[in-house]
Every structure is written in structure tokens, then in C-alpha cells.
């Protein structure tokens, strides 16, 4: 199974800034979804993004895909507070279990 | 609300006890899976189910097994529990035939063996 690279590690804005972060993998997918975790708690979906989509929408967040780049993003528009958390990227190829890296820990400054 | 629940949110064990985390879903998913979380590793996938009484070994099964013998648990179980299986536990379900693959996760388990 293939792991996403999430890139940065850490990322700090102030709140009402966007926050970008970028996942990397290493072969094909059929899809790549993201997920949230606040701290100590479970991870929760928040988007998937098929490989034929180069782009989704879902309230303040927009993925991008670019699979000849082996790359996505996720922006988070107008943060808050309480988007403080760790977000990862999970690629799915062809195996049926997600794998997942260490994430992008992000704080929102009030 | 769909939901998966832990059956304990913090655990303490001394080395070499028998340890037993349980995992419950409640959405009729095919597939179980349980990872292990610890800081900078990311979650590492120990062992995955796709239905009853079947397992698969992930990337970390050494020093772990599991049982499923209904479809709506999963149990984890650490034969000889070791200090270096202290760790954030995180079960996770999905349906199978979904080809997306979204998974829904339980709070976790915190687990420190002495």
C-alpha cells in the first residue's frame, strides 16, 4: 500500500489567513482523500478526490489533484481557531486499505 | 450517526500482560482495520479485516493479533504487551464495495505498557 508525504510538517497563520497544504505519492490512485484529527482524537473524512477530478469544492475547503504530478493540495479559505488540528492525505490505489504519513500539524492564531 | 467505538479510551499494563483493545462499529461495514499512531511515524496500519473470521497482517503485525468473529468487532490483542507497544491505537471501518475506500475511525486508545 502507498503512503502520502504531507509537506510542511507544521504550518502556523493567524486566523482569516488561507492555510495550504501538499501531499505527495508515488503511483497510481483511484482516488485521494484527506482527513482531520484533533489532537488526541480520531481521524475524520473530509474530502475525497477522484483521479479523472482535477479540483473539489466542500464549503471552505478546495482539494486540488494533479496526477502527473503525483501531487494535491488542500486549502482551507477564512481559518479559525478551531481549524487547529492535523490534516493527512491518504491515497487509494489499486490496494483497499488507506495508509497515511505523519501529517501537516496546523495552528490557527486567534 | 454512524459510529465506531473503542472500548477504552486510556489504558495502563505492565509488561508482559495480555492486552485486549475492542473495537465496534455499528454501520455494517465489511472491512476492520487497526493502526498504530506515535509521534512522527504517522498511523502504521498493524492488521486489516475484509470479513468475518479473515485477517490480513498490514505493515506492522509482529507482536500483535487479532479476531473477528462477528462482523460488527474487531479485537486487537497484544499477547505479551512491551514497552515499545505504547502507543495511540486507532480502529477504523469502511465498506467493501464502496470503491472509495472512506474510512471512519474510533477516538483511539491510549495505550502505555509499563
Known amino acids: 500500500s502507498q503512503q502520502g508525504e504531507e509537506d510542511p510538517q507544521a504550518l502556523s497563520i493567524q486566523e482569516g489567513e488561507n492555510a495550504t497544504m501538499n501531499c505527495s505519492y508515488k503511483?497510481?490512485?483511484?482516488?485521494l482523500q484527506w482527513y482531520r484529527q484533533n489532537s488526541g482524537r480520531g481521524l475524520v473524512h473530509l474530502i475525497l478526490?477522484?483521479?479523472?477530478?482535477r479540483e473539489k469544492h466542500s464549503g471552505r475547503l478546495r482539494v486540488t489533484l494533479d496526477t502527473s504530478k503525483k501531487s494535491s493540495s488542500l486549502l482551507i479559505t477564512a481559518s479559525r481557531a478551531a481549524d487547529t488540528a492535523s490534516y493527512f492525505c491518504?491515497?487509494?490505489?489499486?490496494?483497499?486499505?488507506?495508509?497515511f504519513g505523519s501529517g501537516t500539524q496546523l495552528t490557527v492564531l486567534p | 450517526d454512524v459510529k465506531v467505538t473503542q472500548s477504552s479510551r486510556y489504558l495502563v499494563k505492565r509488561t508482559g500482560e495480555k492486552v485486549f483493545l475492542e473495537c465496534v462499529q455499528d454501520?455494517?461495514?465489511?472491512?476492520m482495520f487497526w493502526y498504530r499512531q506515535d509521534p512522527g511515524l504517522g498511523l502504521r496500519l498493524i492488521y486489516f479485516?475484509?470479513?468475518?473470521?479473515?485477517?490480513e497482517k498490514g505493515d506492522i503485525p509482529e507482536g500483535y493479533s487479532v479476531s473477528r468473529e462477528k462482523k460488527e468487532r474487531f479485537s486487537l490483542i497484544l499477547e505479551s504487551a512491551s514497552t515499545n507497544q505504547t502507543s495511540m491505537y486507532l480502529c477504523?471501518?469502511?465498506?467493501?464495495?464502496?470503491?472509495?475506500?472512506?474510512?471512519?475511525f474510533g477516538e483511539g486508545s491510549r495505550l502505555t505498557v509499563l
Open positions: 477504523a471501518s469502511s465498506f467493501q464495495t464502496r470503491v472509495s475506500g472512506e474510512l471512519f
Open positions: 503511483t497510481s490512485i483511484n482516488n
Open positions: 478526490i477522484r483521479s479523472n477530478e
Open positions: 491518504a491515497p487509494l490505489g489499486s490496494a483497499r486499505q488507506l495508509t
Open positions: 454501520m455494517d461495514h465489511e472491512n
Open positions: 479485516s475484509y470479513d468475518v473470521k479473515m485477517k
